[in-house]
């Protein structure tokens, strides 16, 4: 089924159609204010409201004003709650799936409800906004053309280190998210697996009061974050660059680049193969239309 957004209220839409709209809802990741009107809106039209803490994202409709039915949806209960959510969108009523704070599936529940409800052919609708590791990538700093997500590292330090070294020739920016209490043994097994000297950008209380940004080499953001006596408090976002390419690896990038721009120009014009190469391979666009001119030209 097509994905096709009326332009009525989620109310009004419900009822216009047979069947009801899922929209998976960004709200604040700290300050209230970040809330946009169009999910104020979305929350105050819906019938049902799916949440990852009732009693959370109760306050938080208070806030607002709103009051809806709350139906529980997180990492222990999905899978045998979102079929009551799909009979609740056959049913044309529509759903607003929120997490505790930011954007719905980003390391946050509803994975299961989304693709279910696509596979059913229901309609979602993304209502966009709040995302730490956006909003952190954002004030960063650091490359931002190129960035691999990793989520939260294991919290065993064998397994922390494991994943860190598996890690260590990726050449994107690499951004994961850690917790208070974990938040210094992380970042000395970086400085051990990653290397002392690698830049790091630790992001702390994005969008909150004691909104704190440390940066420098892995080496300096330890040293800061263990003189900060509120160093080991809050939510992070870490981001570190990447790996230096090595000559020998951007060589053979660069003749794969090549082979790949090469079959695309033999069907198509330079701009759509730029498109298309820049999707399949993640360089930028720029870069590979003037690659493929040269390459057309010569």
């Known amino acids: 089924m097509k994905n096709v957004v009326s332009d009525f209220p989620p109310s009004e839409a419900g009822k216009a159609g047979s069947a009801g709209t899922l929209y998976v809802v960004a709200t604040p990741i700290g300050n209230l204010d970040d809330l946009s009107p169009r999910a104020t809106r979305t929350l105050a039209a819906v019938d049902v409201v799916a949440a990852e803490d009732t009693r959370h994202s109760g306050r938080l409709l208070s806030h607002?004003?709103?009051?809806?039915?709350?139906?529980?949806?997180h990492d222990h209960n999905?899978?045998?709650?979102?079929?009551?959510?799909l009979a609740e969108l056959e049913a044309g009523r529509d759903v607003a799936l929120i997490?505790?704070?930011?954007?719905p599936l980003i390391s946050d529940p509803g994975y299961v409800l989304v693709r279910d409800a696509?596979?059913?052919?229901?309609?979602?609708?993304p209502i966009p906004g709040p995302c730490a590791?956006?909003?952190?990538?954002?004030?960063?700093?650091?490359?931002t053309d190129r960035f691999l997500y990793v989520g939260f590292l294991p919290a065993k330090r064998s397994g922390r280190r494991a994943s860190l070294e598996a890690l260590s020739n990726e050449t994107a920016t690499l951004v994961f998210y850690e917790s208070p209490h974990r938040i210094l043994e992380s970042v000395r097994d970086a400085n051990e697996v990653l290397g002392s000297d690698r830049e790091m950008v630790l992001g702390r209380e994005i969008t909150k009061t004691f909104e704190t940004f440390y940066s420098g080499s892995a080496a300096e953001?330890?040293?800061?974050?263990?003189?900060?006596?509120?160093?080991?408090?809050?939510?992070f976002?870490?981001?570190?660059?990447g790996a230096v390419a090595q000559a020998g690896d951007s060589e053979a990038a660069a003749m794969d680049v090549d082979r790949v721009l090469r079959v695309?120009?033999?069907?198509?014009?330079?701009?759509k193969v730029a498109k298309m190469a820049s999707e399949l391979t993640g360089l930028s666009k720029n870069e590979l239309y003037q690659r493929a001119l040269a390459l057309k030209d010569g």
Do not use: C, N, Y
């Open 99 to 103: 997490s505790d704070a930011g954007t």
């Open 237 to 241: 976002v870490v981001m570190i660059r």
């Open 64 to 73: 607002l004003g709103i009051q809806k039915r709350l139906i529980a949806l």
């Open 264 to 271: 695309l120009l033999a069907e198509l014009p330079v701009k």
């Open 78 to 85: 999905e899978k045998d709650r979102a079929a009551g959510l």
């Open 118 to 125: 696509r596979a059913a052919g229901f309609v979602v609708s």
């Open 221 to 235: 953001v330890l040293a800061e974050l263990e003189r900060d006596p509120h160093g080991s408090r809050g939510e």
């Open 133 to 143: 590791l956006v909003a952190a990538l954002s004030a960063a700093g650091l490359p």
